[in-house]
């Protein structure tokens, strides 16, 4: 669980640097594509109790970044 405190200045630059950059139709596809893959993981985690968590922080993280680079 310590590493996503690291993960989130990781980003934090990403989405500075890689995705400001990026025009709106390649930004919105990344979101898309985190997006569903947050959702089935959700799904997978709503099925078995047991499973870790992890991934889901992840693909949140992920996501974050990627509207925090569009807002930059």
Known sequence: MIWI???I???IWLGIVVISPL??????GIAITAFIYLLIELRQV???????RLPLWVMFLM?????FGMVW
């Open 23 to 28: 025009n709106i139709y390649t930004t919105g």
């Open 5 to 7: 405190c690291l993960f």
């Open 46 to 52: 709503s099925r078995d109790r047991n499973r870790s």
């Open 9 to 11: 200045p990781l980003c």
């Open 63 to 67: 996501l974050a970044s990627v509207v």
